[in-house]
């Protein structure tokens, strides 16, 4: 048979992929690992014993915004990472945008007359914070290497690390409702490390496990 006749064989009866599609089922399989993560925190952990009071202290919605800020950008990258020949460079440089401020945030703490700046920083719970992300954050990252295997991740270490991001500030986003901190230094170092450990962990698996 010639190459052409095979092509022509080949091709008959495909039909495009509909607009977003794609898009459509890495959102439902992030969907479903941020549900899961969720059940993690909440049967493992469990809701902090102040929830209602908390869901109108400042130190809540800080931490609240600044790990969904980071999800969102988070995203932008695993959705263009899983597309060959993206320019993966704008949502990276706007992941700087919430680092910056929870960093500002952090300083203007610390300088006020009479911090404890050991206290800010260190808090309570300084020794299981990063650890208790990365476990809420593990089916979301296992989630997000099943959405990105569905499209055609090339950078493999890089969609990885995006991956990671992504599932490392969901998971910081749902620990939030069980950590009682409400300092900004505390949550600029350990949940920014929480996260870090996971896109590292990404970026080290992805090589692998994102091969097609």
């Not at 092509?7 to 009866?13: C, E, K, M, T």
């Not at 020794?127 to 989630?143: F, K």
């Not at 991740?153 to 991001?165: Q, S, V």
Request: a positive charge; glycine letters at 10%; aromatic letters at 10%.
């Amino acid at each position: 048979m010639r190459t052409d006749d095979l092509i022509a064989h080949l091709s008959v009866g495909l039909e495009p992929v509909k607009a977003g599609s794609l898009t459509r089922q890495l959102m439902g399989a992030l969907a479903i690992g941020i549900a899961v993560s969720t059940a993690v925190m909440l049967l493992i952990l469990g809701l902090r014993p102040d929830f209602a009071s908390a869901m109108i202290s400042f130190g809540m919605w800080m931490k609240l915004v600044y790990t969904f800020a980071i999800a969102a950008f988070g995203f932008w990258l695993v959705e263009r990472a899983g597309r060959p020949g993206t320019d993966m460079q704008r949502p990276t440089m706007m992941l700087t945008l919430p680092a910056l401020a929870i960093v500002l945030l952090a300083c203007l703490q610390m300088a006020q007359p009479g911090a404890d700046m050991y206290g800010l920083v260190m808090g309570h719970s300084a020794d299981v914070c990063a650890r208790n992300i990365v476990m809420v954050a593990i089916p979301t990252l296992l989630a997000s290497f099943w959405g990105l295997r569905r499209l055609a991740p090339t950078r493999l270490g890089l969609a990885g690390a995006g991956a990671g991001l992504f599932a490392g500030a969901a998971g910081a986003f749902v620990y939030a409702f069980h950590c009682t901190e409400a300092a900004a230094p505390f949550v600029a170092v350990w949940y920014s490390l929480g996260i870090a450990l996971t896109a590292g962990i990404g970026a080290f698996l992805g090589r692998w496990a994102l091969r097609w």
